[in-house]
Every structure is written in structure tokens, then in C-alpha cells.
């Protein structure tokens, strides 16, 4: 199941935090440690920074150690890619019209963050193959990943090479596989420097952040008549910061993890409480949850794409969320279940939570050009998936390993059709995930006669299946 199965909406803020046994003490996880420590040590600390420690510590985060099943039936969610090859493909076909629309530039370079398994850049990177004028401007350009796991680093190279062939990293050309060349980078700051020597002016962007945003540290706020207050993550036994979640009944003597809001604004409150316009009219008592680190991220993102020595380009980010903030969204996902408590087992959990859209685009506009978001079912529907998985012959195996190829008979495969059925579900994932389009100064420019970008369209909705 995905991290929105089982959706009961719930008040992260409000767990009581009785996980930590005097029984158990010998089973805290290394972060769980390292955390209680900090704030023995210094005292309370942002949200952010707990989440931070918790999936990307160098050595014993949840995506950083490689004995964390993170994907797939044994790891602790499926992303969609994993579910139908035609998630990739149609992202794919979205790109290729933005780059005709664009006039063709004769060398494409990609970037994706968080690249997962790989298995979506592997579908997108087949579909561009078959047209020999991308996959010629694809051979001349390169194709980057964003990626902080050394274990998933790998696993995206078996990936790749298991259907390409040996991949060309750049140091030399290969004889067998694409010409393409291949880089893995840590950050998006190292993948614009690597990238900037070769920009020209006929070289065409596209970029891809995939269940990317969602698991970027986010701050939580209150508003207060004192202005916007911070919550921090303490011990129980920790006598200074107001209480919020009330546990009288608890042995005091235990060292528990929980969130507490600052007595008085802190220098993170009044910095991000004033991040956005949309948070000024918020009413007394209102909780937001606010990504600084997304912010940042969306600026950078929209800087490769619309780098002025380049011929504009086009970017998708997927994600779940909705077009406004959310407070209360922030959860904990292991073995396809949702844990109801977010400081359970650190490092061994999956953390999540609600993107704000709004705050993309925000941090976007002033450089590219923003389109939606819209619902997944809208994207893929609009974007034909029910004529591709007409098309599709599945091998033995279902899930990406389908294999591509004509249908005889009008009638969708069974197992297609269950694919397709749950990425574009209305009351699921079709609904959860949304797609939000960036397009840069190359292609606005053409776009100044009244063009839209399909299916980013005013009131265009998925017809019924």
C-alpha cells in the first residue's frame, strides 16, 4: 500500500509518547540516541532537525543506511513508477512536447531528485529513445541524479545498466549502451556547477522531483497573540518549555520525546511566519507547518531550468499535498503501515509530510513559470493513459517489468487496467498526488500568443472511468 493508505486524518501534535519502556531502553535506535543527547545537551530543538537526523544522518538515517527496505513490496511504501510503467512514460511524453514546443534544441540534459530506485528515469528514458530525434539530442547531453544514499545510488545503477547496458559516468565512451553521459551528485548546488560548463544555448532542461518535497524537514508554528511561536521536540522530564501534550499519568522519571511550543517566538518563527503573505491573516491558535528547506530547494529548481545561457526547459514535481499550507499533516510510515507516534524507532520510519504548493510557486515565479498543481488522475488521464494501456502487453510479471507492445482486441489487460485504476483512484492516489508543471523563459516566450501547457488547463478534469 502507499503512505496514504489508511488515511484518517490525525493530530500528529497530540500523541502521547509512552513508547519508551524502562524495559526498553536498550532497544532506543542510534538517532533516538543522538537526539536524546542534543537535547540533554542544548536543550529543545526545532522539528526540522529531529526530522533531518531521523531520514538523512550520514550514517544511520532512514534513507541514508542501507539495511532500511525503503521501496517496494518489503520496503515500507510503493511510489508509482513501481506500479505501472505508464507513469513514467506519460511524464516522459509531457517532456518531449515542452522540448517541441521549445523549437527542438539539439541536446537535452536531465535532472532528477530523488531518483528512488530509478525505475522512473529508466521508463522515461525508453519512451525518449524511441524517437530518434530526442534520443540523438539525449546522446549529446547527460542526465544527472540528485541522491544522498550511497545504497539507493547503487540500486539506481542496477536499474539502469539492467535495461541500457553499461552506463557512460562520464570518464569515457562506452561501446555498448547509450552514449549518454551519467553523474551522481549530493546536492543540487554540485549538479548546476557540473552542469554549467558544457550549458549552451541549444541545450534544453528537464527536470523531475518525484516524492521528493514531502520528506524535506519542515518547522511547525503556532500563532500566538506574541506572534508565530515554535514547536520543538523535548524530553518529558524537560522543565523548560510549556507543556502541550499533557501526560500526568506517565512516569516522570522516563525520557520521552515529545513537542512543546516555545514560551516565546524564536528566531525561526519570526523568520518563516513571515515567509509567505498567505500566513499574515491566519487567526490566533492556528498551527502551519512551513519547509524553509522546500522554499530553497524550489528556487534552485527553478534557477537549473531556467538557466538564461540554455534554451529553456521544463520541470514535475509530484508530490502529495494540496495548493495551500497544512498543519497537523507531519506522520510516520514503516511496513506500508502508518505509526502513530513520529519519534517511534527514528532512523527505522519513514517521515512525511503535506507539500505546500502554494510556497513552491512562491519560491518559483519570480524565476519560471509555475502551471497547477492538479490531481495525478487529471495529469495521467488528460495525458492518455487509458489509450497507452490499450497498448500495453504485460510479461509474466507485472509492475515496470511490463513489456511494451500491442494488445490484440480492444480489451485492456486485467492487470494494466488494476495499475491504472489505482495511480489515477479518486479516492486514493489519483487525488492524494498532485503534478505541478514548470516551464522556462524559452518556453514562455512562445507561450505569449495565449498557448496553454497541456493539461495544466482551467477546469480541465479527468472524464469518469
Known amino acids: 500500500m502507499n503512505r496514504w493508505t489508511r488515511t484518517a486524518v490525525i493530530s500528529t501534535y497530540n500523541y502521547t509518547c509512552r513508547r519508551y519502556l524502562s524495559t526498553h531502553q536498550n532497544q532506543i535506535t542510534r538517532v533516538e540516541k543522538i537526539v536524546r543527547d542534543s537535547i540533554e545537551s542544548t ?33 515500507d511504501f510503493v511510489t508509482s513508477p513501481e506500479i505501472s510503467q505508464l507513469f513514467g512514460e506519460l511524464i516522459a511524453i509531457w517532456h518531449i512536447s515542452r522540448w517541441q514546443a521549445s523549437g ?49 545510488k547503487k540500486m539506481q545503477m542496477d536499474t539502469l545498466t539492467s535495461q541500457f547496458g553499461p552506463l557512460n559516468l562520464g570518464t569515457e565512451e562506452k561501446q555498448t549502451g547509450l552514449s549518454t553521459r551519467w553523474h551522481w551528485h549530493s546536492s543540487i ?95 490566533i491558535g492556528t498551527r502551519i507547518e512551513v519547509s524553509p528547506a522546500s522554499f530553497k530547494l524550489a528556487k534552485q529548481l527553478a534557477d537549473y531550468i531556467n538557466d538564461p545561457r540554455g534554451s529553456g526547459g521544463s520541470g514535475l514535481v509530484v508530490d502529495y499535498g494540496k495548493d495551500s499550507w497544512s498543519g497537523g499533516s507531519l506522520r510516520a510510515f514503516k511496513k506500508h503501515k502508518l505509526i502513530e507516534n513520529i519519534f517511534e524507532t527514528p532512523g527505522e520510519c519513514d517521515l512525511t509530510a ?18 497547477g498543481p492538479i490531481t495525478q488522475r487529471d495529469f495521467l488521464v488528460n495525458m492518455g493513459i487509458f489509450t497507452r494501456a490499450s497498448r500495453i502487453q504485460p510479461s509474466p510479471s507485472a509492475g515496470s517489468s511490463q ?15 488494476q495499475a491504472v485504476m489505482r495511480l489515477i483512484d479518486p479516492t486514493g492516489m489519483g487525488t492524494q498526488y498532485q503534478f505541478m508543471g514548470i516551464t522556462g523563459i524559452g518556453l514562455r516566450e512562445k507561450q505569449a500568443d495565449g498557448d496553454v501547457v497541456w493539461p495544466f488547463v482551467n477546469g480541465t478534469q479527468a472524464d469518469p472511468k
Open 354 to 371: 503535506n507539500v505546500d504548493f502554494a510556497l513552491l510557486k512562491e519560491a518559483i515565479n519570480d524565476t519560471a513559470t509555475t502551471h
Open 43 to 75: 536543550g529543545p530543538i526545532p522539528l526540522a532537525n529531529y526530522i533531518s537526523l531521523a531520514l538523512s544522518h550520514p550514517t544511520h538515517g532512514y534513507y541514508t543506511n542501507p539495511s532500511n527496505p525503503v521501496f517496494g513490496p518489503k520496503g
Open 189 to 283: 548546488e554540485d549538479a548546476q556547477e557540473a552542469s554549467s560548463e558544457s550549458l549552451d544555448g541549444d541545450t534544453f532542461t528537464i527536470a523531475i522531483a518525484h516524492e521528493l518535497f514531502d520528506a524535506l524537514p519542515i518547522h511547525a508554528l503556532e500563532r500566538r497573540d506574541t506572534g508565530w511561536h515554535e514547536l520543538l521536540v523535548t524530553t518529558e522530564h524537560d522543565p523548560t518549555a510549556t507543556t502541550v501534550i499533557k501526560a500526568s499519568t506517565l512516569d516522570k522519571t522516563l525520557p520521552l520525546l515529545r513537542l512543546a511550543v516555545s514560551p516565546s517566538p524564536t528566531a525561526h518563527s519570526r523568520l518563516l511566519g513571515a515567509l509567505s503573505p498567505r500566513f499574515n491573516s491566519l487567526p
Open 104 to 152: 527542438c534544441p539539439k541536446r537535452i540534459r536531465v535532472l532528477e531528485l530523488g531518483p528512488g530506485r530509478g525505475t522512473l528515469m529508466a521508463d522515461c528514458v525508453r519512451v525518449w529513445n524511441q524517437f530518434p530525434q530526442v534520443r540523438e539530442a539525449l546522446e549529446r547531453g547527460e542526465v544527472r541524479f540528485v541522491e544522498v544514499s550511497e545504497g539507493l
Open 403 to 417: 513489456k511494451m507492445g500491442v494488445v490484440k482486441g480492444a480489451e485492456i489487460n486485467q492487470t494494466v487496467m
